[in-house]
């Protein structure tokens, strides 16, 4: 047979390395995953949810709109609440851009970063993402077909010069046209912990409005903001929809996913005109509409202040763990190995010295899983980039889904990993 009748896309969907790393914990048992994005098991929230539930089930009203098919865009009551949630987090007056007539409801925030791709993207086209970033975003563009161009991070986001830099080489090459998408995880980033300043949003959005004389054609940005909600060190900072006349480039993605549960799988996007209507038709393509029922549970717990509380235990759980976790880090890690503390979000971005590599094929990789513990690797977070050679020093590490005691543990095998594989190099 001549072919394998896939599709493009098919053809090029490679299998995303997570499920690798997933089925590897799940294959393993006594594994100790600090590579997962799971959530604290512990924290939860099973008292709320129950109650909720059985709130909506027990009113005969709620309960049959719970059991039945929604609107594409969601319960009109959770994307109010949503909307003036974020206004009320960006401290806001000017309700425009946080009506609730902007918002869709998705599963999970994964849906919206898959739809505006797809809304805004052909094959060959360029998007510009933070180098590294959140490597199930680039398995979207792979997908797709669509090349990513990494723009170097600092402390308080992207290096800005060097954001100029990468779109004036698309100028010059003439491949500014095919450039749509800026993406960008602003909070607490996964995977470096890196929050954006409010001032580089907008400087950011300048820049690419700038760019876009050349492109003939709007470029957007794409703030995905799945960590705001887990700031447990520090204030929150405005979204790049507080940016006034610039937000109508913003898409901003959200999730209830991180804050309260990961298996209800709600998720939001705050779309502008012209991509609001385009993503509302995939998403009607795709599923229309996502569960009733779980948006109620979300609408319900909102409403009723149960969230919040929420929150204040969820926040003050994740501190206590990425206290646990930095004091074993200081406590076991050998000279040289590098970290960054974070102010929120679920993970510590760490760097091995140059001696020792960490990607799946490392000696330091393999002998970690040896010792029972998993982490992600740096490399798989960056683009390849003819610029630079990938970066494979760095690791993800999770205090999101184990224990105390199992966090503490898998630090000591890790440090005791590199501590070979280093002697072993030298
Ligand atoms: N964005 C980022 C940066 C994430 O880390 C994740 C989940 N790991 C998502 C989006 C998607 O999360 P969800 O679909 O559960 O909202």
Redesign the pocket.
Known sequence: MKSNGLSALGRRTATPPISWLMATALARPGLISLAA?FTDKESLPLKEARQALTEILNSPTEGRTALQYGTTAGEPALRRLTAERIRVLDGCADGAVYSADRLLLTS????V?YMVTEALCDPGDFVLVEDPT?F?FLGILQSHGIHARGVRLETDGLDLAHLELVLEQLKQRGQLPRLKLLYL?SYHQ?PTSTTTSFHKKQSVLSLLRYYERAAGHPIYLLE?A?YRELTFQGGDVQSALGTGKQADRVLY?G?Y?KPFA?GA?V?YGILPEPVFPVVMGIKGNHDFGSSSLLQQLLAKVISSGAYERHLVKLRARYAHKAKIMLDVLQKEMPEGVRWVVPQGGLYYWVRVPEKATSGMKSRLFQTALRKQVLYVPGELCYVDDPARPKPNHEMRLSFGAESETLLMEGIKRLAAAIMLSLARRG
């Open positions: 994005g999970g925030s994964q849906q970063l959140y199930v995880v996964n995905d799945a993605a999730t996913s990961t799988r998720g």
